[in-house]
């Protein structure tokens, strides 16, 4: 017997916990393969803009900005949406480029 998908998931978690790469592998799976629509909420745009064609930024419940998700991550129009793309870390920011030199 072939297991169905359920007509509504839903899925909670603490907003200090990342989101594991396992969890949003298996969510792209089931939006691009499965003919499955989602309602993601997040403050990561990143993971959004994997999951999503389009986006809503809201702050303090007020829509601040919408649109396809590249649009809205490569050209933030809303301050807001902004500080949210400029808190994502950043694993290279502080990396030394090449030919830099370590020594102090």
Do not use: W
Not at 29 to 38: A, K, M
Not at 39 to 52: E, F, G, N, V
């Amino acid at each position: 017997m072939a297991a169905t998908l359920p007509r509504t998931c839903r899925g909670a978690r603490p907003r200090t916990l990342k989101t594991p790469k396992s969890i949003l592998e298996l969510l792209n799976n089931l939006v691009h393969d499965s003919d499955v629509g989602i309602l993601y909420i997040t403050h990561d745009l990143l993971s959004a803009r994997m999951l999503s064609d389009e986006v809503i930024v809201l702050n303090e419940g007020q829509v601040v900005e919408a649109g396809p998700s590249l649009r809205v991550i490569r050209q933030p129009e809303d301050e807001y949406t902004r500080r949210l793309l400029e808190a994502i870390p950043n694993p290279f920011q502080d990396a030394p480029l090449p030919g830099d030199s370590m020594a102090g």
